[in-house]
């Protein structure tokens, strides 16, 4: 019987992991709404862990926290796009006490900017700003 319970127990954490393999993330879900709705020829910049942005088609810049730059040089070097990624902001959200700083920075992104797209599925969240209206 033991043994019988292990192998179900090894069993539902492999159906498990198989079924988080095969889900579709946001940036999976983002990569493919910036391809139909961001014009070619936009110039994007991106947070680590976003999405994959086709350089041939984007003027690209990868940047690996959005914050490292303020607000007003993305307007000044002519962005037309931001697109902010869990994987870098949201460390920082799940330690609000130690990261205050941190969150206040991303925070005046968020208000300063136009939330044009948010994906949250997959549980993790891409959110795609407007730079110039």
Request: charged share 20%; aromatic share 20%; hydrophobic share 40%.
């Amino acid at each position: 019987g033991l043994i019988f319970l292990l192998l179900m127990l090894q069993l539902s954490q492999t159906i498990k992991g198989d079924l988080l393999l095969n889900r579709l993330d946001s940036r999976v879900t983002a990569r493919v709404w910036i391809e139909k709705n961001i014009p070619q020829g936009s110039k994007i910049a991106a947070e680590a862990y976003s999405p994959w942005i086709e350089p041939a088609n984007y003027t690209f810049k990868p940047i690996f926290f959005l914050i490292f730059y303020p607000p007003s040089w993305y307007l000044e070097q002519g962005f037309d796009y931001l697109v902010f990624s869990e994987g870098a902001f949201g460390r920082f959200y799940q330690e609000p006490e130690k990261y205050k700083k941190t969150i206040a920075a991303y925070e005046q992104f968020f208000q300063e900017f136009n939330l044009i797209k948010e994906f949250t599925n997959g549980d993790y969240q891409i959110r795609i700003y407007r730079v110039n209206n």
